[in-house]
């Protein structure tokens, strides 16, 4: 009989794994072809504005494959709803058979998604963090500041979002941890910052390529659908390494899809997570290189946590 595992219980355990570590582990099986993840399905509407990813797949020779379906409705937090939802489900790879529902309302995607930001900074942020800059402060962008702590003891922040009012909850809630700083717009947070991760559902560009500073690490976690996007795309012109965090998801969404689009970066100067994790040469190799994640969300993180989760709850 299949375990239903609700979100207070997912809460508890998700606190005692390593999930940047799991996070590295699934990237590596991903990019050495260990894994069948298909193609992202996705439900988007429009009234009220939303959205629904359907993701799923499994690790040749493990003992589960994960469905994983998450929503985003951004009007929620008027509603005082959270914009996430959703669950995941586990199957044993064995015989078929249900093994976990996780009813996480999205907790899991938007901790795995932190966790892959840490990894990415891990890799290609600058030794020398001079100050953060964290683009939209809803969950992803508390998450993100958070999980950066684990590859970091930079506690200068600078934050922007659309509404002056969410920011300023945000810099409440954090502010005796980090030193926070309000900018006016996205430019100012690039002018103070050399790591920058954004988080919002933008469709239209917020980082200028002339206001990042050499040396710079971006991390764009919100392009996750085709008409999304946060990065212009002659910032990739100036990128001296551009990862993705899955090649083939970055040929239909992201950052890349549009700098592909728009001509203005070639597919040779493209690098998958996984790949560059195990090669030295491939990750930042001086700080005045500017270097670009771009993380689209892969059905290999879903598996890695609700795995974890799932073997969490039965050895308690």
């Known amino acids: 009989m299949a375990i239903i595992i609700n979100k207070e219980e997912i809460f508890s355990i998700v606190k005692s794994i390593d999930v940047v570590s799991a996070m590295e582990e699934g990237f590596v099986q991903y990019s050495n072809g260990n894994t069948v993840v298909p193609p992202v399905a996705e439900l988007l509407f429009d009234n009220p504005k939303g959205e629904t990813h359907i993701k799923y797949g499994y690790i040749n020779d493990d003992d589960y494959f994960c469905i994983k379906i998450a929503s985003g409705f951004y009007g929620n937090t008027a509603m005082g709803i959270s914009s996430s939802q959703g ?12 093994k976990a529902v996780l009813l996480d309302d999205g907790h899991l995607t938007n901790i795995r998604t932190a966790a892959a930001g840490a990894l990415a900074a891990k890799y290609f942020a ?7 800059g964290i683009i939209g402060t809803g969950i992803q962008g508390r998450l993100q500041l958070q999980f950066l702590q684990k590859s970091t003891t930079c506690r200068t922040v600078w934050i922007w979002d659309r509404n002056k009012e969410i920011a ?9 941890d980090f030193d926070i700083h309000i900018a006016e717009d996205p430019s100012e947070v690039a002018k103070h910052c050399n790591v920058i991760v954004t988080t919002t559902p933008a469709q239209e560009p917020l980082l200028r390529a002339a206001d990042i500073l050499p040396g710079t690490h971006i991390t764009a976690v919100g392009a996750d659908t085709p008409g999304k996007q946060e990065l212009e795309s002659t910032l990739f012109k100036r990128a001296d390494l551009i990862i993705a965090d899955s090649i083939s998801q970055s040929k239909s969404r992201g950052e890349i899809y549009r700098a592909f689009k728009d001509g203005l970066l070639p597919a040779t100067k493209v690098v998958e997570l996984g790949t560059a994790i195990q090669n030295k040469a491939l990750q930042r190799t001086g700080e005045d290189q500017i270097t670009i994640v771009d993380l689209t969300g892969v059905a290999v993180q879903d598996i890695m946590i609700a795995k974890a989760v799932y073997e969490g709850y039965i050895n308690r």
């Open 87 to 98: 669950m995941m489900l586990l199957f044993s790879q064995k015989t078929g058979e249900t």
């Open 168 to 176: 300023l909850q945000y810099k409440d809630e954090l502010k005796a």
């Open 126 to 132: 600058p030794k020398n963090i001079k100050a953060i």
